[in-house]
């Protein structure tokens, strides 16, 4: 068999699971327009977007107030900042150009956000299915 990250099937199976809960929590989210706290409906609005754009980067744009900030990671667990407000204001238009080409799939959109959280989990159920089926 191949490289593994886990000694154990059922730690592999638990992590998956709990990828899918995470999964269907941000399904409610999604369907409400709202995050979710211990089960409660919070104040925070939330628009989640679906795009069909390959995104090569993993940048973060924080804004809270007149602050701004972007987070550029690089070697997989270091990242870059900064709060140049010419660099975040470009990664602002970035973003709201590729949010304008993408559905949105918060409070509206209800046949396709049923559709890419049904196959989000297909593919973990497929790999769990999987790795209970595979010799370790």
């Not at 107030?65 to 987070?71: D, K, P, Q, R």
């Not at 799939?105 to 299915?129: C, D, P, T, Y």
């Amino acid at each position: 068999m191949g490289y593994s990250f886990f000694d154990k099937k059922e730690s592999a199976l638990l992590v998956l699971q709990e990828l899918i809960e995470v999964i269907e929590s941000i399904k409610k989210d999604t369907e409400t327009g709202y995050r979710f706290s211990n089960g409660n409906m919070t104040k925070t609005k939330l628009a989640f977007h679906l795009s069909d754009v390959m995104v090569g980067n993993n940048t973060i744009l924080a804004k809270a107030g007149n602050f701004s900030a972007s987070y550029l990671s690089y070697s997989t667990f270091n990242f870059m900042h900064t709060t140049n407000s010419h660099f975040n204001a470009q990664n602002q238009d970035w973003f709201n150009t590729l949010m304008s080409k993408s559905t949105l799939l918060s409070g509206v959109a209800e046949k396709q956000r049923n559709q890419f959280f049904k196959s989000a989990i297909k593919h973990i159920k497929e790999l769990m299915q999987y790795i209970e089926d595979t010799e370790i």
